[in-house]
C-alpha cells in the first residue's frame, strides 16, 4: 500500500485502486458533480505541532494513536470554533481570523448553480496533519448550518487517534442514542456512532463517529473520532 498526501487529504492506493481516505470529502462534494475551490485558504499565524510520528515510515505508525496535551487542546479548539459558528454565539469570519484561517469556497462547475454555499478548510489551514473541515449554508444570507471534522493520523484507516476527550467538552449536549453501524464498501465498515442533542439551543445536534477500539458504546460521551459533525435545522 501506497499513501499520497494531496491537498491536504489522503489518498491511500491498494491493489491499483485509489481510495480517498478521508470521509469528508463525501461530504464535501456530495450532490456535486465537476467545480473547483477558490484562492487557496490562508493559515492562522501559528507553529505547527510536529507528532512523535512525523518522521517515521507509516507502516510504524500504531493502529491507535495518542494525542499529545498540546494536539487534543488544539483539536478541541477546532471544534469549538465551529460549534460557536453553528449556535450563533461567533461569527465565521472571527472564527477564521482567530482559529482556523480563511477557508476556500466551492465554485459549481455549472454557472447556473448557487455559489459561496461552502466552505473548505484542510492542509496549511491547520498545526496538524490529518484534519479536514467542510461548512455550509443553504444561501448566500442564510446562517451557516453544518460542519464537519475528520481528524486521522498519516496510517489512516489502519490507524486512528486516541483523544481522551474530557467530559466537559460535551457538557453542553444531551446524549440521544448510540448506534453500530454497518457500511459495506467504507474504509471504516462499523463506526460506533453518538447522537447528541444541545440542551439550550432547539434543533442543533451533535453527531460523533469514532472506531470501536478508541471509544466504547456503553459511554456516555465518546472520548475520541475520525469524524465529527454538527449541524442545526432553521
Request: glycine share 8%; aromatic share 12%.
Amino acid at each position: 500500500m501506497m499513501k499520497i498526501q494531496a491537498m491536504g487529504f489522503c489518498l491511500l492506493i491498494a491493489g491499483g485502486v485509489i481510495v480517498f481516505a478521508d470521509a469528508l470529502l463525501t461530504s464535501v462534494n456530495s450532490g456535486r458533480k465537476g467545480g473547483s475551490m477558490s484562492e487557496p485558504g490562508v493559515a492562522y499565524p501559528k507553529p505547527k505541532i510536529h507528532s512523535r510520528y512525523d518522521e517515521i515510515e507509516t507502516w510504524e505508525i500504531p493502529a491507535v494513536v495518542p494525542l499529545t496535551d498540546e494536539e487534543r487542546t488544539y483539536i478541541i479548539e477546532i471544534l469549538s470554533a465551529f460549534i460557536r459558528i453553528i449556535d450563533g454565539t461567533s461569527s465565521l469570519e472571527h472564527e477564521e481570523e482567530q482559529v482556523l484561517g480563511r477557508g476556500q469556497f466551492y465554485w459549481p462547475k455549472n454557472p447556473e448553480e448557487p455559489v459561496k454555499l461552502s466552505k473548505s478548510y484542510f492542509g496549511d489551514n491547520f498545526r496538524m496533519f490529518g484534519i479536514a473541515a467542510r461548512i455550509s449554508r443553504e444561501n448566500v444570507g442564510a446562517p451557516w448550518k453544518k460542519a464537519g471534522v475528520t481528524m486521522h493520523p498519516q496510517n489512516f484507516p489502519k490507524g486512528v487517534y486516541s483523544m481522551q476527550l474530557p467530559a466537559s467538552f460535551f457538557s453542553n449536549f444531551e446524549l440521544l442514542a448510540v448506534t453500530q453501524e454497518e457500511r459495506d464498501g467504507q474504509v471504516i465498515g462499523n463506526p460506533i456512532v453518538f447522537r447528541f442533542a444541545h440542551k439550550k439551543i432547539r434543533n442543533i445536534e451533535l453527531r460523533v463517529e469514532g472506531r470501536g477500539d478508541v471509544i466504547n458504546a456503553r459511554d456516555p460521551f465518546p472520548t475520541s473520532f475520525h469524524f465529527f459533525e454538527i449541524s442545526r435545522k432553521f
